[in-house]
């Protein structure tokens, strides 16, 4: 999945916040977006430790030493931090090896795939319908990680030279 596939309106703010700093340089506040996520931190910072990975190819070992680093770098609200810790924990429950590349684009978006048919079942089943069904259950903490791991990724792909909107 490429950067450019993202649409904007999974971005939120951050979509504006790392355009402006990928052109200055300046540092963040870990200001929440619509969806409560944040990416604080500098902007270089962030940019180094983001570098280091590819989101498309990463172990799980490796996905837990980017969070941690993400973390002491003031780049993660403890919500983000806690989302990335229960998908390194949800990669361990389905098998993957600790040092197994996986994207986690592609986890994710099969992952939420298969919640959605389950919800569909759900709804089928519910005698009021989808009034009767909790979606944010079902959904909630899957759109949580994928719209944060999508943010990562644009951010990852931001250049000086290339404004995010021209990216995204």
């Given amino acids: 999945m490429s950067v450019a596939s993202i649409p904007q ?7 504006s916040i790392a355009a402006g700093n990928a052109i200055s340089g300046a540092s963040t506040s870990a200001a929440p977006d619509a969806s409560g996520s944040s990416l604080g931190g500098s902007s270089a910072q ?7 990975y590819n989101l498309e190819e990463i172990s799980p070992s490796e996905l837990s030493t980017m969070t941690q680093q ?35 684009l592609d986890f994710l978006n099969d992952k939420l795939s ?14 009021n319908g989808a009034a ?18 999508q ?8 250049t000086g030279n290339d404004p995010l909107d021209e990216v995204a």
């Fill in 70 to 104: 993400l973390q002491q770098a003031g780049a993660l609200s403890p919500a983000d931090f806690a989302d990335l810790t229960q998908l390194r924990s949800q990669l361990d429950s389905e098998g993957t090896q600790p040092e197994e590349p996986v994207n986690l």
């Fill in 151 to 158: 943010k990562l990724a644009t951010v990852q792909g931001a």
């Fill in 132 to 149: 009767g069904v909790n979606t944010d259950a079902y959904l909630g903490q899957t759109v949580r990680q994928l719209s944060l791991v």
């Fill in 46 to 52: 962030v940019h180094s430790i983001l570098a280091a």
């Fill in 9 to 15: 309106s999974v971005l939120g703010s951050l979509g």
């Fill in 114 to 127: 298969t919640q959605k048919k389950q919800l569909n079942t759900a709804v089928q089943k519910s005698p």
